[in-house]
């Protein structure tokens, strides 16, 4: 509208007059979505089901929901525990990490399972970057994985919850690959050693080399990773011959750097500065992206203290692997 003295004239139709008086009667405000009533957007009968899953299903439970992954569905039973159940929907904007648009989300996977579900499955077989190929339902229901680096020396080992909670985080060292004649028993001796320290979980994500065998300058380093790589998959998976379900998994390394935003052209850089800030921020922030226990946090920061020998490369890998899996798996379902 444009403005001519006493009235106002509609530059649309040019045809309608408003007096200036009558300005305050138009409303230019744009409806707003946050303040508006969760409760009211559904019928009792549907209040009724949603609140019934929010307040009987149990954190593993409510994690099969989307956008209830990690963090969100501790929370809710968190909430639970501390106020009771949920008596109304907008009551959810209290719960950490939830806000107006997250709750309608929710709300619409609750109310309509068969819709999501099929959505998910189409989602989750484009993660390429992981191999072999495992139900959805078994990865969504995993408690805990180990993500195992390996390098030339070294075996590094990360052990997160679903929470994204460390579990353990620790390393082998080995100084006698690499020397001498090629020895499958000494492999085997070493190997197996490693893994003898290596906590039990649902899952193993083993690193993929990403040595190209063209090189053949580097043959004897892909040889030694491969042969790293083969044994682990059959020391920690062997319960295959059994059950016929994959349990240890190999992850593309690159596709862990492109995640955090580590490569330079086609070359992955150091991850050490991401993790030292991953520590800080389970300190200083209320909902972390990662959760260190307390009476280990001083021990791993001294670790990656400038002026250490053991850099602990192998470790950030790991740890960095084992978020980056988490995070593709949620993103994605």
Partial sequence: MVQHRSFLLCTCCKDSHYASADLHKFDYLQPDSEAEDIDG?????????????????????????????????????????????????????????????????????????CQESG?????????????????????????????????IRKIAWAHVDRNLTVLNWN???????????????????????????????DFFILEKPSISVQ??????????????????HGLLGGTFLEDGQHKVLSMVRTAVGKHFELMVGDSRTSGRELVQQLMVDSVTQEHPRVLFPQDALARYRRLFQKGNADRGEEMCDALLQAVAFYEFLFNNS
């Fill in 215 to 232: 090189n053949t300058n580097l043959f004897p380093v892909t040889l030694h990773l491969r042969t790293i790589e083969a044994m682990l």
């Fill in 171 to 201: 390393q082998e060292t080995s100084h006698r690959y690499m020397k001498g004649p090629y020895l499958p028993s000494i492999y085997l001796e070493e190997i197996s050693s490693a893994i003898s320290k290596i906590p039990k979980a």
């Fill in 41 to 113: 957007c559904y019928t009792p009968q549907q209040r009724a089901t949603v609140l019934r899953v929010l307040n009987t299903a149990s954190r593993e439970e409510l994690a099969g929901i989307k956008l209830l992954r990690g963090r969100k569905s501790a929370n809710i039973v968190e909430y639970r525990a501390g106020h009771g159940p949920f008596t109304n929907l907008q009551t959810l904007l209290e719960v950490p990490l939830f806000k107006h648009k997250t709750i309608m989300k929710v709300c619409q996977s609750i109310l309509n399972p």
């Fill in 119 to 151: 959505k998910k499955e189409k989602k989750l077989q484009g993660l390429k970057f992981v191999k072999p190929d495992v139900e959805r339902k078994r990865l969504l229901a995993a408690k805990s994985i180990v993500s195992v680096v390996f390098g």
